[in-house]
């Protein structure tokens, strides 16, 4: 089904392409169109064209094509994209993925691909960059457990939770999630005594409800999209009002402006996150009023997706303008332009990379707050500068826990 | 101990849930031997016009039945203009459906977006009762989804048992040629087993939209799930659906509890195990 869904949008889309002119660049996106992450991917869609909008449509003269393709949050759905975008549109760079899994995917895929460039769109697992990097694999952005920054700490020491039950997605990119809060929270004395992993796309979160131990202060929730508002209005259908610790796509404002009954149940929830809504940095109201003329229909501020995904494409708008749109030689010198790339980010602070190529960022500890026409936004209430990849770690200590799973870390 | 209770319930209410959802799509396959693969479309096209009559008009039950006569409505046309053009061909009316499953989902992404709907429960369907016995509350949304399958179930196996066109359709089961023979317009049938079919799966998505969330990517669970309880219960009648129902919901919600992380096994490892010991499914007749 899902594979016959793939061939047929194929299809239909290489026939609608029209052939490349030898002045256009073909950029490809991967993107998540179907699904629990639809909305998300929508909105990454939208970062990728304000970066070509910005730059005019064209780099030193050479048009930009944006080609998209969707995937469906699979590796296998992710790759086979990226290599209809490399073999069939010529694309030799590429924006995304989404989802955690399908940058670990695209990470191994680019090794086949050492022309190709691979800029990552909002994918958030560890090791995509961690451990076994990529020489042609980018990350203008920081991975989940960066974007925890803060919270765990905060959640212990001034919210004063001291047990906190886990319900998440099973994969990646929330394991990444979970490590970052608990780093932090089982650093300052908190213990996590129950986890609960959930599929994808569960839609019945009834029987995990009730299986929540009672005694625990917090629950911390990393689920996306549809099944963070499954989980939710159950719980609050259940009648429970235990409080709400979010996961970085969990109080996200597609998650926000979905309408829904539990949303008096989040006011107030902390979350960590790169992208805040209301935040008040120039640069960021800029960015937000932007997003706003260009979408009318979009959501009330651009998400994590817009602003990764605005991200990446940005960095390879400038990475294009330096070498003057030439990409004859293999990408070399267009990558050696990433490497050592800054630019000003959305949030006002300064991207650069590491040594593996993945981002080091700002990020931000918020909380939900009802705003003045009575829907939510979020509020931040701690900036947090500089987080790396080892979240202030020492490397080797960092890499000797071990790669995130179900039972690492664990501290019950 | 109240954990296992409170799962069961769960079980049972999301088993009424596939139940409304796979009822339809077993009726129109014993019926016609098509394989509907645009059946979970219908469901969430309900689930979304639903949410968009109860949206704009307050009344849930309007929405209901919305969402139903829309999803009744493109059941219908969907005999009439494409699959009834190759009847008696079930391979190329089964890939046809799944291209018309692909178009609706399309066209309802586009309408709708790739939001979140969560249909809003008028106040007596809101909240929790309290469960003397278990000493907990329990959200009566799914409840009402409980009793309201149940109405369906009987009055379905009524129409079917008791009426005579339910005598007509289960004399096209069992054989069509004979049924034609005898003057019976059966295209006619067809695209009132279609529209009935479709009624049921709008439905369905209303009700899934209040106890749950509706999305793009509902309608392709739905149909899995539908799938998964028709071949498990058997084939094109009423008491199969219910029963592959009951089961499959049951092993769900029991996996999610207490080995959530194996959860999305438990259901196929049942399938499985049918479809060795009784490939026809439990309750459903071998083929002649």
Redesign the interface.
């Known amino acids: 089904m899902k594979h016959l869904k793939i061939a047929v949008s194929a299809i239909a889309l290489s026939a609608a392409a029209m052939p490349a002119s030898s002045e256009e660049i073909t950029i490809g996106v991967i993107s998540i169109l179907e699904g629990a992450f639809a909305a998300l991917g929508q909105d990454g869609i939208r970062g990728v064209e304000m970066a070509v909008a910005d730059a005019g449509g064209s780099v030193a003269g050479n048009e930009i094509n944006l080609v998209v393709v969707s995937s469906d949050a699979s590796p296998d759905s992710a790759v086979a994209a990226a290599r209809r975008l490399i073999e069939q549109d010529g694309a030799k760079i590429i924006v995304g993925p989404l989802s955690g899994s399908e940058g670990l995917a695209l990470r191994d895929l680019s090794r086949s691909y050492p022309d190709v460039t691979i800029i990552n769109g909002s994918s958030g697992a560890q090791d995509t960059t961690l451990r076994d990097p990529s020489p042609n694999f980018y990350r203008f952005g920081g991975d989940g457990a960066q974007w925890m920054a803060g919270v765990g700490t905060y959640a212990h020491d001034t919210l004063g939770y001291e047990k906190v039950a886990v319900v998440a997605e099973d994969y990646s990119f929330p394991y990444t999630q979970v490590l970052g809060f608990m780093s932090e929270f089982c650093a300052a004395g908190g213990t996590v005594p129950e986890k609960f992993w959930t599929p994808i796309g569960n839609a019945d979160y009834s029987s995990v409800v009730y299986s929540i131990p009672q005694d625990v202060d917090a629950i911390f929730v990393a689920l996306g999209g549809s099944d963070a508002v499954s989980f939710l209005t159950q719980y609050q259908q259940a009648g429970f009002s235990t409080p709400i610790i979010g996961g970085s796509i969990t109080i996200d404002q597609t998650v926000l402006s979905s309408d829904a009954s539990f949303r008096d149940m989040l006011i107030g929830a902390p979350a960590g996150t790169p992208t805040v809504s209301d935040y008040d940095s120039p640069e960021w109201v800029a960015f937000a009023a932007a997003y706003a003329e260009a979408y009318p229909d979009g959501l009330g501020a651009p998400s994590i997706f817009a602003h990764h995904y605005y991200m990446g494409a940005q960095a390879a708008m400038l990475g294009l303008e330096a070498v003057g749109g030439d990409l004859s030689d293999g990408g070399a010198a267009f990558r050696a332009v990433l490497d050592d790339l800054e630019f000003i980010q959305p949030t006002g602070g300064t991207m650069r990379l590491d040594e593996n190529r993945n981002g080091i960022v700002d990020n931000f500890v918020i909380e939900v707050v009802e705003l003045d026409d009575g829907s939510l936004g979020t509020r931040a209430i701690q900036v947090v500068k500089d987080v790396n990849q080892t979240l202030g770690q020492d490397l080797e200590t960092f890499l000797a826990a071990g790669p995130v799973s179900r039972d690492n870390p664990s501290c019950p | 101990m109240t954990?296992f209770f409170?799962?069961t319930l769960?079980?049972l209410?999301?088993a009424a849930l596939y139940f409304l959802a796979a009822s339809g799509f077993s009726l129109i396959f014993g019926l016609m031997r098509t394989v509907n693969?645009a059946h979970g479309a219908l469901l969430l096209l309900g689930g979304y016009v639903g949410w968009s009559v109860a949206?704009a008009t307050g009344l849930w039950a309007l929405g209901v039945l919305a969402g139903g006569l829309a999803a009744a409505l493109a059941g219908a046309m969907v005999q009439i203009g494409v699959l009834g053009w190759m009847q008696g061909d079930e391979l190329r009316q089964t890939l046809a459906s799944?291209?018309i499953s692909?178009i609706l989902?399309d066209l309802m992404?586009w309408i709708w977006?790739?939001?979140?709907?969560?249909v809003?429960t008028p106040d007596w369907l809101?909240?929790?009762v309290r469960l003397e016995m278990l000493g907990?509350?329990?959200?009566k949304?799914?409840i009402s989804l409980m009793i309201f399958a149940l109405v369906v179930g009987v009055a379905l196996w009524l129409f079917i048992q008791k009426t005579r066109i339910g005598a007509v359709i289960r004399a096209g089961v069992d054989d069509q040629q004979m049924l034609r023979a005898l003057g019976y317009p059966i295209n006619k049938i067809f695209i009132l087993v279609f529209a009935m079919g479709g009624m049921l799966a709008g439905m369905a998505g209303v009700i899934?939209g209040s106890a749950?969330?509706?999305?793009?990517?509902?309608d392709?669970?739905f149909l899995l799930s539908s799938l998964v309880v028709v071949i498990v219960g058997g084939m094109g009648s009423v008491g199969g659906a219910a029963l592959g129902a009951l089961l499959i919901g049951l092993a769900?919600?029991?996996g999610?509890?207490y080995a959530?992380?194996y959860?999305?096994v438990v259901t196929f490892v049942i399938m499985v195990f049918v479809l060795a010991v009784r490939p026809q499914g439990l309750l459903g007749r071998s083929e002649k």
């Open positions: 954990l409170v799962v769960n079980g209410t999301l693969m949206d799944i291209a692909i989902a992404l977006g790739g939001n979140t709907y969560q809003r809101s909240g929790g907990i509350g329990y959200a949304v799914r899934a749950l969330s509706i999305a793009p990517g509902t392709l669970q769900e919600q029991y999610l509890a959530p992380t959860a999305a």
